[in-house]
């Protein structure tokens, strides 16, 4: 297939989808060994669930799993179960065949390394896509799926839930002005097929970012007090960010019209509502740029680790994983 050609489904997909978004979309979903699979089901399928999004139903699947990987191993039959048996949601052999069932995709694979495989055939069939956290298992894999969708002109975004959080959206939306400092903390467990903040700390870093903002320059990482990881980030104009390991979703934004507790999780349901309005308008509410960089933000904090705790530039760790 040429490149007029890719580009010309692209955009006769996608016009598809802004035709059935009057409707109810039909969502497919690749990777069904997370519990984020049967939580977003539930909140798109459920009309009785609280926080009920309509707009959308789950109707297709990819089981998908990573047998080295225990978490994915040992949860995926039981997830899948769930949705055949609970949810009516029909599986399919590839995600080839998936796609051509459905208006947008879900991937929400637990192991990032699958993710630009995975994501591949949707953005072919200029299908929308939500990616869940990890964007991907490197920062090469991400800019290769955001090159792709860029000139598919498909939709495709990626997010943690904890950016949702109405503390931190309030901060994002000016309550103190320009920040000029913030600190979260996340559970940050490793995870060894992935780089060290890629598996649990991005909940953190997306909260970070949230109120941050895009222009961090460099990266030091070092140890709290009782040894948990502390990445401290400089950003242009002098702004300090700063992520820990702790057991908590905490965090607290400086600005210049005061300060404010940022990072609590307030559920799974805003982040939904957000992916489906992308689905239907075509608009990813967060910028590719942005997402490239905190996951610079964390593949350099892993560099800083194996410097003992060197500054490191996300120019640098870009370079290397191909972008600018």
Partial sequence: ??????LTLGLLAFTAVCSASAAELRIGMIGLDTSHVPAFT?????????????????????????????????RVEGFTKTLVEKYNVKLYDTVEELVKNVDAVFIESVDGRPHLAQAIPVIKAGKPLFIDKPMAGSLKDALEIFRLAKAAKV???SSSSLRYGKAAQAV?????????????????????????LYWYGVHGCETLFTVMGTGCESVKRGKT??????????????RTGIFREAKGYTGLAKGEKGEAPIGAYDGYAPLVVEAIKAFQTGVVPVKPEETIEILAFMEAADESKRRGGAEVTLAEVLKKAGGK
């Fill in 1 to 6: 297939m040429n490149r007029k050609s890719f």
């Fill in 42 to 74: 539930d909140i798109l399928n459920n009309p009785q669930n609280k926080a009920h999004v309509p707009g959308a139903k789950v109707v297709g699947a990819v089981k998908g799993g990573s047998m080295d990987i225990p978490s994915s191993r040992d």
């Fill in 155 to 157: 939709p495709v975004w």
């Fill in 172 to 196: 994002r939306a000016g309550s103190l002005g320009k920040v000029t400092y913030a600190e979260t903390t996340s559970p940050a467990g490793l995870e060894e097929h992935h780089p060290d």
């Fill in 225 to 238: 007090a009782d040894g948990k990881i502390e990445v401290t980030g400089k950003w242009k104009g002098g």
